[in-house]
């Protein structure tokens, strides 16, 4: 690809990147990205991506191949199937992308495709191999018997892990004060998101809420 090809693509990826998170995905237009990327030519977007879409995917893809290769080096030097370590390899490489103003957009973008979270076990071919094997190793480290009830936990875990990565990569961009430091925040997050795995059911035989009579 010709050198200013590659800089257009390059300048159109990080404008849709920046409004996708500011924005919010659904609201940008295609012609807002042309705009702020300082493209002349309207169908600058549509010619390298051929859509909307197609910038996502790829602003996905260029974050999600490395992310999901730091989480099996990480899983690796871990060396330890049990929920909390399982959770530690999800979430270092997520909480890295905070140190960036692109990671933090990337994790702003992705608490927004809550929509899509609940295919990754029904549709793995679109999810990152080693993000894959170690949501299904959870799901297996539950303490519920049930699999559906199961298969919620994980997609409860992946909704706290992604909302709260966003909000705070929202407020270090607004330059609001954080609660925690760095190093409290992603071991707190490790706890919460271990407490949604293992904590015990309450829909176990004889265990279940009464509803409130009125």
Partial sequence: MPRDATETRARLIAEAE??????????????????????????????????????????????GEPIDQDRGEVWAA????????????????????????SGRCY?????QLSAEFSRWDFDPTHVPANLNAILRLLRDCSSVDDKAQRDERVLGMIQLMTASLAERARRIEAGDPLATEDNVYAANLVDMLTGIIEAPSRTAAGTAPQSASR
């Fill in 107 to 111: 994790l702003r973008i992705v608490a």
């Fill in 18 to 63: 920046r409004l996708f998170a500011e924005q919010g995905i659904w609201r940008v237009r295609v012609q807002d990205i042309v705009a702020a990327a300082g493209q002349k030519n309207s169908s600058a977007l549509t010619y390298h991506f051929g859509s909307r879409n197609g910038v996502l995917d790829a602003i996905l893809r260029e974050h």
């Fill in 78 to 101: 871990l060396d330890d199937d049990q929920t909390p370590a399982l959770i530690e390899a999800l979430i270092q490489p997520l909480t890295r992308r905070l140190a960036t103003a």
